[in-house]
């Protein structure tokens, strides 16, 4: 039987069919799993449908990592403070960005979050998709009440955001852009005078209405360069480059995968294996998640053969007790992050209206470890809600946040997972995956990897 994360809370409260976690909203319950709400006056169904999280440097040189979660479009965004090289964060909210009353963020701020670690002077940003308007607001944490957009005002510019923050790297922020004809990706860097620099994408046959940009995923390199994946559902494709560290327009080592359908809805990379190049998942848009090695994927598509999959996972394959995983739409989001600091990335995959103990849309996720022969889907974990309610929705929205930043080698990240109808989003700091399981304290991440 797959591992399921409530069943690690003989920490906690046991019950009927295994255990739960309780409903937890602070650290200081000692909680496996932390719960956090919409905060007071969100007048919007919807917080934790969106959600993001980052790593950045504070004046001082401080390392932090965040959260930040919006309703969706139309709505303001809070930032939470998650971890830092002092330790806990306590999820203590730090701000809420882009009010109703805030001119600078154009009326569809919230469709889209992600956080970069500069831009101008600031630092610790939030990026702030507001599709509709074609543009990107800024709202930074050494400064929240200044806000400043970019944008190119069509095209859907802001629905999609990924961020370049690899060490050494100039901050960059790619923009997709994907009802501009084919669909484009742009540029945003960190200094605000700079306009959105369009990227020269190799799209070759793709026609408008392709939606290049619709989803956009990024990989660090440990030389300041990136890779670039680039989602195009409308043409059932994903596109992927490599980015220079210093000019963003400088892309090379092209590479395409194709499937059906709206393949290329959902995409991620991290390095599975631990070779230090990472591997690119796929939503295929039918109930599937593809990994594929990026060099079976090099090149235009077409050429030569289909490349064969590292894996393919399906929502049957991973589910633990409970879960019903019909019309689950398992894939609705993905991410990768390592959660038991083994230098493997694993991987986040959400599956926002499977029913659980009979929940209709409870929702639910799954972890998949990775490990040097690829992914284990034996060894999967589910994620579920202690608050389970049918139409929940858990799993619409997922990332993975840094933890153990005061202990250097053994970072490490976390789940985070958001709602579409359940007004919060959840924090498992235990998965039960070998390495991160109880070890006789209280939460994970007092043990050691």
Same mark, same amino acid.
């Given at each position: 039987?797959?591992?399921?994360?409530?069943?690690?809370?003989?920490?906690?409260?046991?019950?009927?069919?295994?255990?739960?976690?309780?409903?937890?909203?602070?650290?200081?319950?000692?909680?496996?799993?932390?719960?956090?709400?919409?905060?007071? $006056?969100?007048?919007? @169904?919807?917080?934790?449908?969106?959600?993001?999280?980052?790593?950045?440097?504070?004046?001082?040189?401080?390392?932090?990592?965040?959260?930040?979660?919006?309703?969706?479009?139309?709505?303001?965004?809070?930032?939470?403070?998650?971890?830092?090289?002092?330790?806990?964060?306590?999820?203590?909210?730090?701000?809420?960005?882009?009010?109703?009353?805030?001119?600078?963020?154009?009326?569809?701020?919230?469709?889209?979050?992600?956080?970069?670690?500069?831009?101008?002077?600031?630092?610790?940003?939030?990026?702030?998709? !507001?599709?509709?308007? $074609?543009? @990107?607001?800024?709202?930074?944490?050494?400064?929240?009440?200044?806000?400043?957009?970019?944008?190119?005002?069509?095209?859907?510019?802001?629905?999609?955001?990924?961020?370049?923050?690899?060490?050494?790297?100039?901050?960059?922020?790619?923009?997709? !852009?994907?009802?501009?004809?084919? $669909?484009?990706?742009?540029?945003?860097?960190?200094?605000?005078?700079?306009?959105?620099?369009?990227?020269?994408?190799?799209?070759?046959?793709?026609?408008?209405?392709?939606?290049?940009?619709?989803?956009?995923?990024?990989?660090?390199?440990?030389?300041?360069?990136?890779?670039?994946?680039?989602?195009?559902?409308?043409?059932?494709?994903?596109?992927?480059?490599?980015?220079?560290?210093?000019?963003?327009?400088?892309?090379?080592?092209?590479?395409?995968?194709?499937?059906?359908?709206?393949?290329?809805?959902?995409?991620?990379?991290?390095?599975?294996?631990?070779?230090?190049?990472?591997?690119?998942?796929?939503?295929?848009?039918?109930?599937?998640?593809?990994?594929?090695?990026?060099?079976?994927?090099?090149?235009?598509?077409?050429?030569?053969?289909?490349?064969?999959?590292?894996?393919?996972?399906?929502?049957?394959?991973?589910?633990?007790?409970?879960?019903?995983?019909?019309?689950?739409?398992?894939?609705?989001?993905?991410?990768?992050?390592?959660?038991?600091?083994?230098?493997?990335?694993?991987?986040?995959?959400?599956?926002?209206?499977?029913?659980?103990?009979?929940?209709?849309?409870?929702?639910?996720?799954?972890?998949?470890?990775?490990?040097?022969?690829?992914?284990?889907?034996?060894?999967?974990?589910?994620?579920?809600?202690?608050?389970? !309610?049918?139409?929940?929705?858990?799993?619409?929205?997922?990332?993975?946040?840094?933890?153990?930043?005061?202990?250097?080698?053994?970072?490490?990240?976390?789940?985070?997972?958001?709602?579409?109808? $359940?007004?919060?989003?959840?924090?498992?700091?235990?998965?039960?995956?070998?390495?991160?399981?109880?070890?006789?304290?209280?939460?994970?991440?007092?043990?050691?990897?």
């Amino acid at each position: 039987m797959r591992r399921v994360a409530p069943l690690l809370c003989a920490l906690v409260l046991p019950l009927l069919m295994g255990c739960n976690p309780k409903h937890f909203d602070d650290f200081k319950s000692q909680a496996p799993v932390v719960e956090v709400k919409a905060p007071g $006056g969100f007048d919007r @169904v919807g917080f934790g449908s969106v959600v993001t999280a980052y790593t950045t440097s504070l004046p001082g040189g401080l390392v932090a990592s965040r959260v930040a979660s919006s309703a969706g479009a139309g709505t303001p965004f809070a930032l939470y403070d998650t971890w830092d090289q002092d330790g806990f964060g306590g999820f203590a909210r730090l701000f809420i960005g882009c009010k109703p009353d805030d001119a600078v963020c154009p009326a569809s701020s919230g469709a889209a979050l992600a956080g970069i670690p500069s831009y101008g002077a600031e630092q610790s940003c939030v990026a702030v998709g !507001a599709p509709n308007a $074609g543009r @990107v607001a800024f709202a930074c944490e050494t400064s929240p009440d200044t806000v400043v957009s970019v944008g190119t005002g069509n095209g859907l510019f802001g629905a999609a955001l990924a961020a370049n923050d690899a060490p050494g790297a100039k901050a960059v922020l790619f923009v997709g !852009a994907p009802e501009n004809n084919a $669909g484009e990706v742009y540029a945003v860097t960190g200094t605000p005078s700079d306009p959105p620099i369009l990227l020269p994408l190799p799209t070759g046959d793709i026609a408008n209405g392709g939606e290049v940009g619709a989803a956009l995923a990024v990989a660090p390199m440990a030389d300041g360069s990136a890779v670039l994946a680039v989602g195009a559902p409308g043409a059932g494709r994903v596109l992927t480059v490599t980015v220079d560290k210093d000019d963003p327009t400088l892309i090379g080592a092209p590479g395409c995968v194709a499937g059906s359908g709206t393949f290329g809805s959902a995409i991620a990379l991290g390095d599975v294996t631990g070779d230090g190049a990472p591997e690119l998942a796929v939503s295929d848009g039918a109930g599937a998640v593809v990994v594929y090695a990026l060099s079976s994927i090099a090149g235009a598509c077409g050429a030569g053969s289909p490349p064969a999959p590292l894996a393919r996972l399906a929502c049957a394959d991973l589910a633990g007790e409970g879960v019903d995983c019909a019309g689950a739409d398992f894939g609705r989001a993905i991410a990768f992050g390592d959660v038991n600091a083994d230098g493997h990335a694993d991987l986040l995959i959400g599956a926002p209206a499977a029913s659980v103990d009979g929940d209709a849309g409870a929702g639910a996720a799954f972890v998949v470890p990775g490990g040097s022969a690829g992914l284990d889907a034996t060894s999967a974990a589910t994620l579920r809600a202690s608050s389970n !309610a049918a139409q929940h929705g858990l799993g619409y929205a997922v990332a993975m946040v840094q933890t153990r930043l005061d202990a250097p080698g053994a970072t490490r990240d976390e789940p985070v997972v958001g709602t579409q109808g $359940g007004d919060r989003f959840y924090v498992f700091l235990c998965t039960g995956l070998s390495g991160d399981a109880p070890g006789g304290k209280t939460r994970c991440l007092e043990t050691t990897p």
